[in-house]
Nanobody, 115 residues
Framework: QVQLVESGGGLVQPGGSLRPSCAAS????????MAWYRQAPGKERELIAG???????NYADSVKGRFTISRDNAKNTLYLRMNSLKPEDTAVYYC?????????WGQGTQVTVSS
């Protein structure tokens, strides 16, 4: 059974930082590409960062230079370091992977950027 469990969201002031994580089970984590998405109220879910099994990364323009995706294969865990947070980063953040053609999602973790 594939499970993705996010944690580490919260309330932060503009300019602050957070590092959500995603613990994966039921997959061979080290061979899977992984990604972070987010969904703000009233908006569609959007891809913001991806990392291949070999560690190659890509980012949406909206977060490039502020967010860093990383992975720890020994811990089966995906991370998203978020710096210089803005109110428009407020959203539910989800991790995602595809395993044998099926798309899997975690339950999400809420990030709120507000003073």
């Amino acid at each position: 059974q594939v499970q993705l469990v996010e944690s580490g969201g919260g309330l932060v002031q503009p300019g602050g930082s957070l590092r959500p994580s995603c613990a994966a089970s039921g997959i061979i984590f080290s061979v899977n590409d992984m990604a972070w998405y987010r969904q703000a109220p009233g908006k569609e879910r959007e891809l913001i960062a991806g990392i291949t099994s070999r560690g190659r990364t890509n980012y949406a323009d909206s977060v490039k230079g502020r967010f860093t995706i990383s992975r720890d294969n020994a811990k089966n865990t995906l991370y998203l370091r978020m710096n210089s947070l803005k109110p428009e980063d407020t959203a539910v953040y989800y991790c995602n992977t595809n395993w044998y053609g099926i798309n899997y999602w975690g339950q999400g973790t809420q990030v709120t950027v507000s003073s």
